[in-house]
């Protein structure tokens, strides 16, 4: 999936700018007055330097952050860092997105902000209020300003798309990314299982969809009589732009690049002046932060959990490098089948034309029966190779579910066995091509 969103990006040549102005992120999210930078938040929110607590564990929560700009551009790219954990085994309610004509409340019915919203809403569902066992849940909805989100049935008939995606009480924070460009909607997510860039999964793609230009961003969420902690991490926008868009008239002029640059420039320095603030008040826990008591204060259990979350990530890494590898032998495999398959039939089967003269009398067969038995038999042993290498791979799987924390159960065997039989196919096609070749020139 990443591989073709990265490709089909190049291929369209994206121009990618991160925004700063519709972004938040740690260290010092929030500074030395509680505020967000660029954004507004109320309810019962409440931002530290290190994350934006929407909605606390606590009966009846509900609160919001809100852009204060809409944005300036039409296509962007959002990823959110979030974590949404509580004791019980059922949490409530969730957390939404928003990107509406509007800033909606900070302390509305639908988690946490504005019913009959006008724009795109994408609501990480935690609750199950239909009862059908499908939530957590995560769906995109949109509204045109007159729809009533529907809790009762979960907004099951009013969602365009969405995904069964358990985001509660993960080892690492759980991310989504929502594209919208030239009219799609995607979002990816990340399950917070490992804490590699790369595992973000596609959650759903929507083709022609239109939302309003201009719009607000926001996050929100809500507890009911069940509460989670509804932690943000970071917000972090991109905006896209097509290579016309860049080329022509959306070029910002000098003067108002000039004024940005400079905003930026003091906005850094405030940052700056408030860190060096910081660690003048609380050197103790800057000392703390830079890691250098941090091993004393680790208890036996966390430290038991943290190695195994530490074998689990290696050993899923490790799978993910055997599937790569085992495909992309079946590939070569698929490849060189099909070479020796055209070649044998061009040597058997040429069927000659009744009317022109045989041609320069075909040479006798360069490959024999037995070659070819042999050839067919070696297949054969690869095919059950990676059938075992499979299923020894499963068993990886098995052990890593039941908690098994050593990194060094895979086999290399199956994988070597592998390989080398492809090296003795590859042999054996290279010197039957050389006899074929050898053969071929004694007629010329
Ligand atoms: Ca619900
Ligand atoms: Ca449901």
Excluded at 15 to 32: T, V
Excluded at 42 to 60: D, F, K, Y
Excluded at 123 to 146: C, E, Q, R
Excluded at 389 to 399: C, D, E, F, P
Aim: charged letters at 20%; one cysteine or more.
């Amino acid at each position: 999936v990443i591989l073709c969103v990265l490709v089909c990006v190049n291929t369209q040549s994206v121009h990618r700018r991160f925004e700063y102005k519709y972004s938040f992120k740690p260290p010092y999210l929030a500074q030395k007055d509680g505020s967000v930078p660029f954004w507004e938040y109320g309810g019962n929110a409440i931002a530290s330097g290190e994350s934006v607590r929407l909605a606390p564990s606590l009966r009846s929560q509900k609160g919001a952050i809100w852009s204060k700009q809409p944005l300036n551009f039409d296509w962007w790219e959002i990823d959110i860092m979030f974590k949404v954990t509580g004791r019980g085994r059922i949490g409530a309610d969730g957390l939404a997105f928003w990107y509406t004509t509007q800033r909606g409340e900070y302390t509305g019915e639908v988690f946490g902000s504005s019913d009959r919203w006008n724009g795109l809403a994408v609501i990480f569902d935690s609750f199950d209020n239909d009862n059908k066992h499908n939530n957590p849940y995560i769906m995109a909805v949109l509204n045109d300003g007159t729809k009533v989100f529907d809790h009762k049935s979960d907004g099951s008939q009013q969602l365009l798309s969405g995904c069964l995606r358990d985001f509660r009480n993960k080892p690492f924070p759980t991310r989504a990314r929502i594209e919208y460009y030239l009219n799609t909607l995607t979002v990816y997510f990340h399950n917070g299982m490992t804490n590699n860039e790369a595992d973000y999964e596609l959650c759903f793609r929507a083709e022609n969809v239109v939302l309003p230009r201009g719009g607000y961003l926001g996050l929100s969420a809500a507890t009911g009589g069940l509460a989670d902690d509804h932690d943000v991490i970071h917000l972090l926008t991109t905006s896209l732009h097509t290579q016309q868009q860049t080329g022509s008239g959306q070029q910002m002029s000098s003067d108002e690049q000039q004024k940005l640059s400079q905003e930026y420039q003091e906005y850094q320095k405030k940052l700056e002046q408030q860190k060096e603030e910081y660690r003048k008040e609380h050197p103790d826990e800057v000392r703390d932060k830079d890691g250098e008591f941090d091993d004393w204060f680790e208890s036996d259990a966390q430290r038991e959990l943290r190695q195994i979350f530490q074998g689990q990530t290696q050993i899923h890494d490790i799978l993910r490098g055997l599937n790569k590898k085992v495909d992309e032998v079946i590939g070569k495999q698929m490849n060189s089948l099909s070479m020796l398959t055209a070649v044998y039939s061009h040597t058997q089967g040429q069927p000659l034309q009744p009317g022109a003269a045989p041609p320069a009398q075909m040479p006798a067969l360069p490959i024999g029966r037995h070659d070819w038995d042999a050839l067919v038999a070696n297949n054969q042993i690869m095919i059950n190779t990676i059938a075992e290498l499979k299923i020894s791979a499963g068993g990886v799987q098995a052990q890593a579910m039941s908690g098994c924390p050593e990194p060094s159960c895979v086999s290399f065997t199956g994988l070597l066995l592998v390989v080398a039989a492809q090296l003795i196919l590859m042999l054996f096609y290279a010197i039957y091509k050389e006899r074929k070749e050898a053969q071929a020139k004694k007629f010329f």
